[in-house]
C-alpha cells in the first residue's frame, strides 16, 4: 500500500508540475495574443475618431463631435475627444463621468505630440486607453482617445486555469486508476502468489513450481529468485524422496544418487555430451524467442542426467532463433545446471550428413523395415567433415579439462570416438548407440564399413540397448576388420587399444511428479479433442516409417471391421510430430498416414464418431502427459526400434496402476515390460485382437501388469542407466589408447 502511496504521489507531483508548467505557457501565449487584439482594434478605431475629429476640432464645430461619438462609440469602447489644452470637448457618456484620473495621459500625448497607450481604471473597470494627439498644421491641437474594454482578458485568462485544474484532476483520477491496477496485476499479486508459495514451500507442501515472474518488470531478479526457488523445491524433493527409499530400503537410482556416485567416481572431472540434437532449440514465435523441446528419446533420457550432474553439451544448433538466443546457453534456462554448445552447420552440411548420410544412409541401414538405404559419396564427404568439426568443438572446449568424460550419441557421430581419441587419450570415451546394430550381411552395404567401425572402436566402451545388437556389432567388427574379438568379456582389440561393447538398456527420469496437478483430467481432455468416448487410445510419435504407424491404421480398422460393437465407443488418438520433412520418404509416408487415417473416418466414422483424432504438430511433455495419464491403452507398433521411449513414458505417467500397453516385440523394449500386451505389428489380425483385448481387459489383471511395468521402469531408470554406464567407463583400465592410423 505504501508503495502505491508513494508511487501515486510522484506521479502526481509530475503531472501537476509539467501540466501547471504547460498551462502557464499557454495562458501567457493566450494573453498576449489577445493583448495584441485590443491594441491592434484600439489603434485602428482610435486612428478612425482621429481623422473624422481632427478636421471638427480645428473648426470648433461642436455638433460634429456627437456623430463621431454616435460613430464609433460601443458599449465596450468609449470616445473621448480633447482640446488642446487637456479639457474634454465631447465623451461617450460610459466614460464621460470617469475621466478625470486620465488628465495625466491626455497632456502627455498633447504637450509631447505623441500616442500614449496603456492600461488604465475607469468606472471600476480596466481599460485599454489609446490617446493620439489630433494636429493642425503639425502643431498639436487636441487628443483623440479610445478606451476599450479590457476586463474580459481576466476573465479569458480565469476560464484558462479554471480548464486546466479540471483536466489535472480527471487526469489524476485516470491515472490513479491505471497505476492501481497496473501494480495490482503485475508487482502486488505476481509478489503475493510467489510469497504464498514460498510460505508453502517452508511449511512442507509439496507444490509445484512458482509461477514465472515478470522478468521485464523486475529484471534478471525475478528470474534469479524464480530459479533459486525452483532449486530450493527440487532439493527438497530429492531430499525427500532419498528419505523415503531409505526407509523403505530400496536401491532406486535417484538423481541424487546420480550426482552423489559421479562425484564419488570421478571427482571434479568434468563430462561431455555430444549429440545431434539439442536438448532445446529456440524459435522465433513472431517476435518473442521461445524454447522448444525436441521430439526425441535421446534428448529425454540425457537431459535428466546433465541436470544432475552439470557439464557440457555439444550439439547442432538447429532452432531458427538459435543464434539470436547465443551458441553458449545455460540449461535448463530457469536454473542453469549444464552448458549447451552449439555447433553451426551450414544447409549443404546438413543436408548431406543429417538427412543424407545419417538418415537416408544409416537409419534404414540398422533398423529392419525393408527401405533401401542411400549413399552417397557426397553425403559421407559431409558426415566426415561434420565428425570432424564436431571433434574440433568438443576438443576446444575440453581443452583445459583433465581426463574428461565424453558420452558421444548415436548414429550421427560414428567417427567422433576415434578423432578425439587421437588426440586426447587420456579421455574416458563412451559412444552410445541408440538405435539397433544390424547383422553382419546388411551392414556390409554400406560403402564405408572399414572406417565406420574404425571410428566407433576409438571409443573405449560402445554401448547399445540390447546384448542381440551388441553380438551383432561383435561379430561385424569380426568379419570385417583385422583385429580380435574377445567374446568372453565382449571386447575388440585392435593394437594398444580395447573397446568394451555392453548392453545398456535406456530409460527415462520417470520422477515427472512436479507436473501431476496441472495435467488435464479425462473430461477436459476430451471436451478439448472434441469427442465422446468410453475408451480412448493413444499413439505417440515422430512421423517416422519405423514406427508402424500405417500397420497401425490397418489394424485399428480391422479392430471397428471385427468388433463392430466398439464403434462410437472407442476413440484413438494418434499425435505426430513431424520429422525429416524434407526426405521424401517421409514426405511420403506424412501424406499415407493422412490418407489413411481422412478414409477410415470417412468409411467407418459418422456424424457424432470419429474413430480417429489425429494431431499433427510438435507436443510439449505437459500436452502428451495428458494423453498418456487419461488413455485407457496406448499402442507402440514400431516395426523396428532400439528402445522406445513412448512405452516407458505410458507407463511412467499412469497415476493409477490401470491402462494398458500394446508393444511391438520389435522394440528393445518389449524385452524389459513383459507385461505389455505384446503383438507383431505386420500381423494386423493379432493387433486388431490386442486392441480388443486391451479395451476388455479387467481393471483388476490391468492394476497387476501396470503394476509390475511401473516397478520395473521406475526402477531401471535413466539414473540408473547412467551410473551402470559411468561405472563401466570408469572402471575400465586407462589403456595406451595408442590409436593406429
Ligand atoms: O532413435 C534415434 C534418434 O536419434 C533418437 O535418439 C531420437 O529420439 C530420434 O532419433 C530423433 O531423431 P531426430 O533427432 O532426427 O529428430
Known amino acids: 500500500m505504501r508503495l502505491l502511496v508513494r508511487l501515486l504521489g510522484g506521479i502526481s507531483l509530475a503531472v501537476i508540475v509539467v501540466t501547471a508548467g504547460f498551462a502557464y505557457l499557454e495562458v501567457q501565449e493566450e494573453r498576449t495574443r489577445l493583448e495584441q487584439d485590443l491594441q491592434r482594434r484600439a489603434a485602428l478605431a482610435t486612428d478612425a475618431v482621429r481623422e473624422a475629429a481632427e478636421p471638427l476640432v480645428s473648426r470648433n464645430a461642436r455638433a460634429g463631435y456627437e456623430r463621431v461619438l454616435a460613430r464609433f462609440g460601443r458599449p465596450d469602447r468609449g470616445i473621448a475627444i480633447y482640446d488642446e489644452f487637456g479639457s474634454v470637448i465631447a465623451a461617450t457618456p460610459d466614460v464621460k463621468p470617469h475621466l478625470g484620473p486620465l488628465s495625466p495621459l491626455i497632456t502627455e500625448a498633447i504637450h509631447g505630440d ?283 572446449e575440453m581443452e583445459k579439462a583433465e581426463a574428461p568424460i565424453v558420452l558421444v550419441q548415436d548414429y550421427h557421430f560414428a567417427l567422433l570416438p576415434r578423432m578425439i581419441k587421437q588426440e586426447r587419450p587420456d579421455a574416458r570415451v563412451a559412444l552410445f548407440w541408440h538405435i539397433p546394430w544390424p547383422n553382419v550381411e546388411a551392414f556390409g552395404i554400406c560403402p564405408w564399413p572399414e572406417e565406420i567401425l574404425l571410428g566407433m572402436l576409438g571409443a573405449d566402451l560402445v554401448g547399445f540397448h540390447t546384448q542381440f545388437h551388441c553380438n551383432n556389432f561383435l561379430e561385424t567388427v569380426e568379419r570385417m576388420i583385422e583385429g580380435r574379438v574377445e567374446w568372453d568379456d565382449f571386447t575388440a582389440v585392435r593394437g594398444q587399444h580395447t573397446t568394451h561393447i555392453l548392453p545398456f538398456p535406456i530409460s527415462i527420469a520417470a520422477d515427472d511428479e512436479q507436473m501431476s496437478d496441472r495435467i488435464p483430467g479425462r473430461k477436459a481432455l476430451l471436451t478439448d479433442l472434441g469427442v465422446e468416448a468410453e475408451f480412448l487410445g493413444v499413439g505417440v510419435e515422430r512421423l517416422d516409417y519405423t514406427k508402424g504407424l500405417p500397420e497401425r491404421l490397418r489394424a485399428i480398422r480391422r479392430f471397428f471391421e471385427r468388433w463392430p460393437e466398439y464403434r462410437s465407443r472407442v476413440v484413438f488418438v494418434q499425435i505426430a510430430s513431424p520429422s525429416r520433412s524434407r526426405i521424401e520418404r517421409y514426405q511420403r509416408l506424412q501424406r499415407e498416414v493422412r490418407e489413411d487415417i481422412r478414409r477410415i473416418n470417412d468409411e467407418l466414422g459418422d456424424r457424432d464418431w470419429r474413430p480417429i483424432v489425429y494431431r499433427e504438430r510438435h507436443h510439449d511433455h505437459r500436452e502428451i502427459a495428458a494423453y498418456y495419464r487419461n488413455a485407457d491403452f496406448c499402442m507402440v507398433t514400431a516395426l523396428h526400434d532400439g528402445m522406445n521411449l513412448v512405452a516407458k513414458e505410458f507407463i511412467a505417467a499412469r497415476d493409477q496402476d490401470t491402462g494398458v500397453l500394446i508393444l511391438s516385440r520389435f522394440t528393445g523394449a518389449a524385452r524389459e515390460l513383459r507385461e505389455a500386451l505384446v503383438v507383431n505389428p505386420y500381423d494386423i489380425e493379432d493387433t486388431a485382437a490386442a486392441i480388443r483385448r486391451a479395451v476388455e481387459m479387467p481393471k483388476e489383471e490391468q492394476r497387476e501388469r501396470m503394476a509390475r511395468m511401473r516397478a520395473q521402469v521406475r526402477e531401471h531408470n535413466v539414473y540408473r542407466w547412467a551410473a551402470l554406464l559411468l561405472a563401466e567407463l570408469g572402471r575400465m583400465p586407462q589403456s595406451a589408447s595408442s590409436i593406429r592410423d
Open 114 to 396: 505623441v500616442i500614449v497607450r496603456r492600461f488604465a481604471r475607469i468606472g471600476g473597470r480596466t481599460v485599454w486607453a489609446h490617446i493620439v494627439p489630433l494636429e493642425r498644421d503639425d502643431r498639436p491641437v487636441g487628443a483623440a482617445a479610445t478606451f476599450v474594454d479590457a476586463d474580459y482578458l481576466n476573465t479569458r485568462e480565469w476560464d484558462l486555469w479554471r480548464r486546466t485544474a479540471v483536466r489535472l484532476g480527471v487526469l489524476i483520477l485516470f491515472l490513479t486508476g491505471i497505476t492501481w491496477l497496473l501494480v495490482r496485476w503485475t508487482v502486488t499479486r505476481p509478489v503475493a502468489r510467489i510469497a504464498e508459495w514460498t510460505k508453502r514451500l517452508k511449511s512442507g507442501e509439496p507444490v509445484a513450481p512458482p509461477p514465472d515472474a515478470d522478468a521485464s518488470l523486475f529484471g534478471p531478479l525475478a528470474g534469479e529468485v524464480t530459479g533459486l526457488a525452483r532449486t530450493l523445491a527440487r532439493a527438497r524433493m530429492a531430499a525427500e524422496q532419498e528419505a523415503r527409499l531409505r526407509l523403505l530400503g530400496e536401491h532406486i537410482w535417484t538423481e541424487e544418487r546420480l550426482k552423489q556416485f559421479v562425484h564419488m567416481r570421478f571427482g571434479t572431472r568434468p563430462m561431455f555430451v555430444v549429440s545431434n540434437r539439442e536438448p532445446v532449440s529456440h524459435v522465433f514465435e513472431g517476435k518473442r524467442i521461445a524454447e522448444l523441446h525436441p521430439a526425441s528419446g535421446l534428448v529425454s533420457a540425457l537431459e535428466p542426467i546433465m541436470s544432475a550432474c552439470g557439464g557440457v553439451w555439444i550439439a547442432h544448433g538447429s532452432g531458427d532463433a538459435d543464434r539470436a538466443a547465443g551458441e553458449r546457453v545455460g540449461l535448463p534456462s530457469d536454473d542453469p545446471a549444464y552448458t549447451l554448445r552449439r555447433v553451426w552447420l551450414n544447409a549443404e552440411e546438413e543436408a548431406g550428413y543429417y538427412y543424407g548420410f545419417a538418415n537416408e544412409g544409416l537409419w534404414p541401414l540398422c533398423h529392419i523395415v525393408h527401405e533401401r538405404p542411400q549413399f552417397r559419396a557426397g553425403d559421407w564427404e559431409h558426415y566426415r567433415a561434420v565428425n570432424q568439426r564436431f571433434a574440433d568443438t568438443l576438443l576446444e
